[in-house]
T-cell receptor, first 114, second 115 residues
Framework: DVKVTQSSRYLVKRTGEKVFLECVQDMDHENMFWYRQDPGLGLRLIYF???????EKGDIPEGYSVSREKKERFSLILESASTNQTSMYLC?????????????FGSGTRLTVV | DAKTTQPNSMESNEEEPVHLPCNHSTISGTDYIHWYRQLPSQGPEYVIHGLTSNVNNRMASLAIAEDRKSSTLILHRATLRDAAVYYCILRVWAYSGAGSYQLTFGKGTKLSVIP
């Protein structure tokens, strides 16, 4: 079964800590995405990557950075975690190009910043 | 931004058909209509997509209006496992230099299934 795996299901971090959220996919997808999901706001795109070492800002990139050193792995980095970054974080991947491809999502990481 | 409008919530009785509507009046000719659903405590999962013609798969059917400004996701026999938030999304070409499509999620429709 094809998969997008997020390294942690639940995470609790302190304000000011540097936080790494890891995502790995085994489908040889070119595109990878990080979303956050908050009650009443739906899913919002933070960053995405269309190739190794390439990245594009999404709708809410402030306070976040990303890293894609290998095709299968896409990391979301909170340089200095703040309480307003408490959220559910969802990783997704897809093929790129002209074909109409859907996204495959991971199960999410629920991050609490205290 | 290509936007969609869906009802906030709907209810259905178990084993009855469910029709989930979506309006997308600003759709352009190359935008595909995608539907995803999100079960509690899980990431969204792909349900179905279409461009102009109606589509069927093992999970659902998608009926697309002739002018493409609206569509309807049809679950033929709702089960308790279909209780989820359903998202109607337009898949748009967002970054031509990167060669990538983008999905922008709205708030979706929360479907409740009554036993």
């Amino acid at each position: 079964d094809v998969k997008v795996t997020q390294s942690s299901r639940y995470l609790v971090k302190r304000t000011g800590e540097k936080v790494f959220l890891e995502c790995v996919q085994d489908m040889d997808h070119e595109n990878m995405f990080w979303y956050r999901q908050d009650p009443g706001l739906g899913l919002r795109l933070i960053y995405f990557s269309y190739d190794v070492k390439m990245k594009e800002k999404g709708d809410i990139p402030e306070g976040y950075s990303v890293s894609r050193e290998k095709k299968e792995r896409f990391s979301l980095i909170l340089e200095s975690a703040s309480t307003n970054q408490t959220s559910m974080y969802l990783c997704a991947s897809s093929f790129s190009g002209q074909g109409n491809y859907g996204y495959t999502f991971g199960s999410g990481t629920r991050l609490t910043v205290v | 931004d290509a936007k969609t409008t869906q009802p906030n919530s709907m209810e259905s009785n178990e084993e009855e058909p469910v029709h989930l509507p979506c309006n997308h009046s600003t759709i352009s000719g190359t935008d595909y209509i995608h539907w995803y659903r999100q079960l509690p405590s899980q990431g969204p999962e792909y349900v179905i997509h279409g461009l102009t013609s109606n589509v069927n798969n093992r999970m659902a059917s998608l009926a697309i209006a002739e002018d493409r400004k609206s569509s309807t996701l049809i679950l033929h026999r709702a089960t308790l496992r279909d209780a989820a938030v359903y998202y109607c999304i337009l898949r748009v070409w967002a970054y031509s230099g990167a060669g990538s499509y983008q999905l922008t999620f709205g708030k979706g429709t929360k479907l409740s299934v009554i036993p």
